[in-house]
Nanobody
Framework: QVQLVESGGGLVQAGGSLRLSCAAS????????MGWFRQTPGKEREFVVG????????DYADSVKGRFTISRDNAKNTVYLQMNSLKSEDTAVYYC????????????????????WGQGTQVTVSS
């Protein structure tokens, strides 16, 4: 049984930082592209950032470039999202997700291509 468990969300003031973690189990972690998505009430889930199987390639949404950093530790089956210079518009539920891909350098951005999802963690940025 595949499980993705996010942690690290919370309440932070604008300009502050948070680090999210996503621990995976029940899958061969290094075979999966990992992504972070976010969603606010009434809106569709949106891509934030993805990282290739090897960790050597990443792709960021324009809204978070220069502020967020994704990384992964395949030995620990964990993906991280370091969020700096947080803004009120970053407030959302953040989800990690896994997408199987045989290409080691590919980064998936499409929500529908991610098969496994975590339960989400709330990030609230106060202005």
């Amino acid at each position: 049984q595949v499980q993705l468990v996010e942690s690290g969300g919370g309440l932070v003031q604008a300009g502050g930082s948070l680090r999210l973690s996503c621990a995976a189990s029940g899958l061969i972690f290094s075979s999966y592209v990992m992504g972070w998505f976010r969603q606010t009430p009434g809106k569709e889930r949106e891509f934030v950032v993805g990282i290739s199987r090897s960790g050597g390639d990443t792709d960021y949404a324009d809204s978070v470039k220069g502020r967020f950093t994704i990384s992964r530790d395949n030995a620990k089956n964990t993906v991280y999202l370091q969020m700096n210079s947080l803004k009120s518009e970053d407030t959302a539920v953040y989800y990690c997700a896994a997408s199987y891909n045989y290409i080691t350098w590919y980064v998936e951005k499409e929500v529908s291509k991610y098969r496994y999802w975590g339960q989400g963690t709330q990030v609230t940025v106060s202005s």
